[in-house]
């Protein structure tokens, strides 16, 4: 019996022998069906392999996304009221930027003149996070310049952030108005004029203050639930202020995937983020800032409630004449619809819009909410333009 055995196998050996490939082929199952084997009885091993493969997926992703977009990284210091290097990310429409320097605001395609989309993101993401919106946007204009900086804190600003930390020093945590009056500053330095300008949540609190301030300068917003201080949920502060959830301060990776389950309420998939990547963004925000920031951020503007009763603290639209098209997700979990919709019932000049079955960052199919809402962005900008040639040709 032993001796059939130790034929068979040395048939089945010289068989393979005659086929490297299949040789190779064998021998990668064999190894496939060991690590599997080994993931599946030591957790600490599996997470390791969900963080590497998802980290490489990651940045290899957010290189892509960013070359399809055309965007580049800059930085250039701020004067004005701030005096500070802000980073940022900018599409110029020639997608010609090899000859800028740091603080080179020269180049003729960046003109005042050009056409400008401002890009505004929000709580604990970055401006580079933005490529899915610009691309979109840039296939429909493709001859306008985007910017989309990081707000102080976020993005390139947590190196900041972090250096303060390992010398033992505080990161001095930004107002909203002062939050606003980088932005304004870095328009200013880099000599634009004006803009329509997008932004989401904490984004979208930061364009609707621009444009209340400089309404010259944010001719039109676009804006998907802005998070002003009277469309808060109530049951979101309540679980932030009790600890039931961490929200933007995770302590774990089990606070990474409720807090993407939340943004994706209402969830037809079982969760719109893969484990690895959950992984990956884990063990990202734990590398790149200082423990506690974001709670520490959040606090910080929490405790600004009811001190700027002109723009955040206000109970209703206090600009209801500027033009603005406001999108809303029905389920949004962070910025109330409802508080939402009664805060600009009576703005005359904002197109209001629900985004059903849509929660604050995913949409029930599993798409992005700015996947859903470039469509009418550009519809927006089109119409907004035609009106404004119409009204120069009737000159």
Request: proline residues 5%.
């Amino acid at each position: 019996m032993i001796q059939e055995w130790v034929n068979l196998g040395m048939w089945w050996l010289q068989s393979m022998l005659k086929d490297w490939w299949a040789l190779c082929l064998s021998l990668c199952l064999v190894l496939l069906v060991s690590l599997v084997l080994l993931l599946s009885t030591n957790e600490g091993l599996l997470r390791q392999v969900e963080g590497k493969i998802g980290g490489v997926l990651l940045e290899l992703g957010s290189k892509k996304l960013l070359d399809k977009a055309g965007l580049q990284k800059k930085q250039i210091f701020v004067g004005g009221t701030t005096n500070v290097i802000m980073h940022y990310y900018e599409r110029n429409p020639t997608n010609d930027t090899t000859n800028d320097t740091t603080n080179d605001t020269t180049n003729s395609s960046t003109s005042s003149s050009c056409k400008t989309i401002l890009l505004c993101h929000g709580m604990t993401s970055e401006s580079k996070n933005m490529s899915t919106l610009v691309k979109l946007l840039a296939e429909a204009f493709p001859t306008w310049r985007m910017i989309a900086p990081d707000c102080l804190g976020h993005g390139h600003d947590l190196q900041r952030a972090i250096q303060l930390y390992q010398n033992g020093q505080d990161f001095e945590y930004p107002s909203p108005e002062q939050m606003g009056h980088c932005v304004m500053d870095l328009l200013d330095t880099l000599k634009i004029e004006q803009v329509y300008a997008y932004g989401a949540s904490m984004g979208g609190a930061l364009v609707y203050f621009l444009q209340q301030k400089r309404p010259e300068l944010v001719t039109h917003a676009m804006l998907i639930s802005p998070a002003v201080e009277a469309v808060l949920d109530d049951k979101f502060l309540a679980d932030w202020e009790s600890g039931r959830k961490k929200h933007f301060c995770w302590t774990s990776r089990n606070d990474v995937e409720l807090f993407m389950q939340d943004l994706s309420c209402p969830q037809r998939k079982a969760n719109p983020i893969p484990s690895f990547m959950l992984q990956a963004i884990w063990e990202e925000r734990q590398r790149n800032e200082p423990p506690g920031h974001f709670k520490n951020y959040f606090n910080n503007l929490l405790e600004h409630k009811g001190k700027d009763p002109d723009w955040m603290g206000t109970p209703v639209d206090c600009a209801p004449e500027l033009p603005r098209l406001v999108l809303w997700p029905e389920e949004d979990f962070i910025s109330n619809f409802k508080k939402g919709k009664a805060f600009f019932q009576k703005s005359h000049n904002t197109q209001f819009l629900p985004l059903p079955d849509c929660g604050h960052l995913f949409h029930a199919d599993g798409k992005t909410v700015l996947v859903h809402a470039a469509p009418y962005f550009i519809d927006y900008i089109q119409k907004q333009e035609l009106s404004i040639d119409k009204a120069k040709d009737e000159l």
